[in-house]
């Protein structure tokens, strides 16, 4: 026996989620069924995305990568007196 799921969601979230559910070859209605029962299953709900670093991380992280190259790093210190001192230089 099926029963009717409604739910309150964003437009531009139904949207992303049905072109990404087309991308994978499925109906957005599978998916929903198959996480549902995933989560009545294992009690339990997990999330994954690819983690992509904001445009300031990526100019911070470049930055590093360049004061690394060029010797500009000091460290690891093996104790926080060591730390301390080299802060304090």
């Given amino acids: 026996m099926k029963t009717i ?16 559910a087309e991308e994978l070859g499925m ?6 069924n198959a996480f549902l029962r995933q989560l009545g299953r294992d009690k339990e709900i997990a999330f994954s995305a690819p983690y992509k670093p904001t ?3 990526e100019k911070v992280l470049v930055e ?6 060029d010797g500009k790093i000091i460290g690891p210190f093996a104790t926080t007196s060591e ?7």
């Avoid at 799921?5 to 990404?20: D, G, P, Q, Y």
């Avoid at 590093?64 to 190259?69: H, N, P, S, V």
């Fill in 5 to 20: 799921l409604n739910i309150k969601t964003e437009k531009s979230v139904k949207l992303a989620a049905k072109r990404a």
């Fill in 27 to 32: 109906p957005l209605g599978t998916i929903v």
């Fill in 55 to 57: 445009k300031y991380l």
């Fill in 64 to 69: 590093a990568e360049r004061e690394i190259k």
């Fill in 83 to 89: 730390l301390r001192a080299s802060l304090e230089s």
